[in-house]
């Protein structure tokens, strides 16, 4: 992947600034796995504060990139 391997996010601007229109809830992240080519991020997730609750990310493994400092409102459970 050239970009991203996984992208989750709640954005309904044209920006990247996460918004609270769309609560992720109950979300399942499991077994991806994956290369991303170098200066790639391995994982992006944009929530507006307290949207996204309740995930659980078992078992992914992406390398070859960058881990993304600009994450934002990441839930527990999730790792960017």
């Known amino acids: 992947m050239k970009s991203f391997l996984i992208i989750i996010g709640i954005n309904l601007t ?3 600034s996460p918004t ?3 609560p992720i809830t109950n979300l399942t992240v499991q077994n991806v796995h ?7 991020t391995e994982v992006k997730i944009l929530c507006g ?5 309740n995930w659980h990310w ?3 493994v992406v390398t070859g990139g960058s881990k993304d ?4 409102n990441v839930p527990t459970g999730a790792s960017c």
Not at 49 to 53: E, H, N, Q, V
């Open 14 to 16: 044209l920006g990247f």
């Open 20 to 22: 609270n229109g769309v």
């Open 34 to 40: 994956g290369n991303v080519v170098s200066g790639a």
């Open 49 to 53: 504060r307290g949207s996204c609750s």
């Open 58 to 60: 078992v078992n992914n």
């Open 69 to 72: 400092n600009l994450c934002l």
